[in-house]
């Protein structure tokens, strides 16, 4: 499961290291967390050529009744998104990818929460492989929504949870974006153990409303199989 992660990067970057149009004023983030709006990459429908969108995470399916449905929806497995309904239709025609410097994962006794950085040496962008979805409301007004897509724990994040956000390589970010539904499939994988890093940060994190940068010290970070 991937429930929190973080974005240490600003639109610029974010445009250069994807190839989209830098049109869109994105600042830093620590804190991302179901509900909020981030950014996402995708193809454009038109013409070709990728996009840098605002998206809120929780998806909600086309044909969901209202979009209460998107807090049960932040992940999909990724052995299920070719058959399961709610991300059948995405996953053959509306793939993203997600920008993310790491994300966030918890140990400890449940009342107090530890958390925990996870990061991949020398890679300070990553990205991950997403669904995205438009929903309409009775009124005909859109909302884009995404999920993050999730593969079985490397031995690296299994020390903390059974699962991890699925991490394109670079050379996968196009067939996943645009290539066939095969191609996507050979894209997700559980990203390598080696240059997989982590450190512990503030509990403040906990709380999704907390966003300052001082919760996130660039501490040494750790190998835990060194």
Request: net charge neutral; hydrophobic share 40%; proline share 9%.
């Amino acid at each position: 499961m991937c429930s929190r992660y973080f974005l240490d990067a600003d639109g610029n970057v974010i445009a250069f290291t994807f190839g989209v149009p830098a049109d869109l004023r994105i600042a830093p983030r620590v804190n991302i967390a179901p509900s909020q709006e981030a950014p996402v990459v995708r193809a454009r429908g038109e013409g070709g050529g990728r996009e840098l969108a605002m998206l809120r995470w929780g998806l909600v399916p086309f044909w969901a009744k209202d979009p209460s449905i998107a807090s049960r929806m932040i992940n999909a497995r990724c052995e299920t998104i070719a058959a399961k309904p709610a991300f059948r239709e995405a996953f053959r025609s509306r793939r993203c990818a997600i920008p993310a410097s790491g994300f966030y994962e918890w140990t400890g006794d449940p009342r107090r929460r530890v958390p925990h950085a996870i990061t991949i040496a020398g890679r300070p962008l990553i990205a991950f492989a997403g669904l995205w979805e438009r929903w309409k409301d009775a009124a005909g007004n859109p909302l884009d929504t995404y999920t993050i897509v999730t593969t079985p724990a490397n031995r690296f994040v299994a020390a903390m949870h059974d699962r991890m956000p699925a991490i394109l390589a670079e050379a996968d970010i196009e067939p996943w974006l645009s290539g066939s539904t095969e191609e996507a499939w050979n894209a997700i994988r559980p990203w390598p153990d080696e240059g997989m890093r982590e450190r512990v940060v503030s509990r403040a994190l906990n709380d999704p409303r907390n966003e300052s940068p001082d919760l996130t010290p660039e501490d040494a970070p750790r190998d835990l199989f060194s």
